[in-house]
T-cell receptor, first 115, second 113 residues
């Protein structure tokens, strides 16, 4: 069964500091990996995705993530956070097999930014 | 704006009742996904439809059912409602499957009293 672990429930960083959100996945084949962001009262917005190829993927809003197969990880990074980055972040894993298109989400990491 | 429209935004109903949640996907998207988000379960995949046909099934209860109509909008029907069904229900759409970006609606908040 596929699963995602986000070990950090809540992270607080100062504005301008760097950020890394951890994500570990379990999947039987080469996974599709995603990071989504959710602001209060809103739906989820896709930040970036990994399907294949270059293991370092760039996303919107200055975010990037690195796929490390040996560690089953897909950590999200940003060199300098802005107050507007405060939100809930979800890592997700899925596959392309017909009949197995479900996207499994982690429990999320809440990011708080302090001035 | 993701282009995915969900109605209603809020729904309050009593235990034992039945409700219907509606989702209009982005123009051109053939796949519709339903997710349930609750504090204790997190985001749970319920079901996916592609061009009118069921394509993948997740942790959807037998009391719940869904369908996708010829105009590609989708409805999620929840019956014999229980307090534990209170949650935020999201619809997402994509052009085909997970190989194209999922666009999420803003959700329907269901409160069962």
């Amino acid at each position: 069964a596929q699963s995602v672990t986000q070990p950090d429930i809540h992270i607080t960083v100062s504005e301008g500091a760097s950020l890394e959100l951890r994500c570990n996945y379990s999947y039987g084949a080469t996974p599709y990996l995603f990071w989504y962001v959710q602001s209060p009262g809103q739906g989820l917005q896709l930040l970036l995705k990994y399907f294949s190829g270059d293991t370092l993927v760039q996303g919107i809003k200055g975010f990037e993530a690195e796929f490390k197969r040996s560690q089953s990880s897909f950590n999200l990074r940003k060199p300098s956070v802005h107050w507007s980055d405060a939100a809930e972040y979800f890592c997700a894993v899925g596959g392309s097999n017909f009949g197995n298109e479900k996207l499994t989400f982690g429990t999320g990491t809440r990011l708080t930014i302090i001035p | 704006d993701s282009g995915v429209t969900q109605t209603p935004k809020h729904l309050i109903t009593a235990t034992g009742q039945r409700v219907t949640l509606r989702c209009s996907p982005r123009s051109g998207d053939l796949s519709v996904y339903w997710y349930q988000q609750s504090l204790d379960q997190g985001l749970q995949f319920l079901i996916q439809y592609y061009n009118g046909e069921e394509r993948a099934k997740g942790n959807i209860l037998e009391r719940f059912s869904a369908q996708q109509f010829p105009d590609l909008h989708s409805e999620l029907n929840l019956s014999s409602l229980e307090l534990g069904d209170s949650a935020l229900y999201f619809c997402a759409s994509s052009v085909t499957g997970l190989d194209s970006p999922l666009h999420f609606g803003n959700g329907t908040r269901l409160t069962v009293t």
